[in-house]
């Protein structure tokens, strides 16, 4: 098992520049999350996705879109890059919570990607 | 709306010395408490979790930490410290467990570095 991966590691963008990051994972998990670590902000959450098919904002979605074609893969795109997106990015996913206490289902992260925006 | 609050960005330790990294959380609701660990240049991986029962739980590599309800703080504990010990440390909450959407508030981390 890889767990969860993303691509790429590094990424350098100009302002106004697109750009997709792929979150892979191969847990059959059902859930899956998108993160921004900023110093001194710990991790905030962007979109999230309960399912194939279905995404959702979180905590910071400005800027940011999602799809979740795949139950395995969750992009996270950016069509307009500002120097404010420049960030490490981090992909978790999980198993669906199945409610009640003690059913927790751990977030698996991935290593992340570095992206700066000049 | 839940918070989290890491009093300490960073904290320097001798080698084999004790650790407590402070944690303390508000929210109007009951809630499930996190320690996540992030080595250099890796992701997050869960340090240990308290979602009920006993207020002390145990994780994993020898740490510790206790729920304190009336304090509201789930401080991070280690009686002896490794070199291998070095990393950022992260607390978090979540109050929408189990009920679809499990997700987590994070704390903004604290440093640890150990001294040989």
């Known amino acids: 098992n890889a767990g969860v991966t993303q691509t790429p590691k590094f990424r350098v963008l100009k302002t106004g520049q697109s750009m997709t990051l792929l979150c892979a994972q191969d847990?059959?998990?059902?859930?899956m999350y998108w993160y921004r670590q900023d110093p001194g902000m710990g991790l905030r959450l962007i979109h999230y996705s309960v399912g194939e098919g279905t995404t959702a904002k979180g905590e910071v979605p400005d800027g940011y879109n999602v799809s979740r074609l795949k139950k395995q893969n969750f992009l996270l795109g950016l069509e307009s890059a500002a120097p404010s997106q420049t960030s490490v990015y981090f992909c978790?996913?999980?198993?669906?919570?199945?409610?009640?206490?003690?059913?927790?289902?751990?977030?698996?992260f991935g290593p992340g990607t570095r992206l700066t925006v000049l | 709306a839940q918070s989290v609050t890491q009093l300490d960005s960073q904290v320097p330790v001798f080698e084999e010395a004790p650790v407590e990294l402070r944690c303390n959380y508000s929210s109007s609701v009951s809630v499930y408490l996190f320690w996540y660990v992030q080595y250099p240049n890796q992701g997050l991986q869960l340090l240990l979790k308290y979602l009920s029962g006993s207020t002390l739980v145990k994780g994993i590599n020898g740490f510790e930490a206790e729920f304190n309800k009336s304090q509201t703080s789930f401080h991070l504990r280690k009686p002896s410290v490794h070199i291998s010990d070095t990393a950022e440390y992260f607390c978090a909450v979540s109050d929408t467990f189990g009920f679809g959407n499990e997700k987590l508030t994070f704390g903004t981390g604290t440093r640890l570095t150990i001294i040989p």
């Open positions: 978790a996913s999980s198993y669906h919570p199945s409610g009640g206490v003690g059913n927790y289902n751990e977030q698996f």
């Open positions: 847990m059959n998990h059902e859930y």
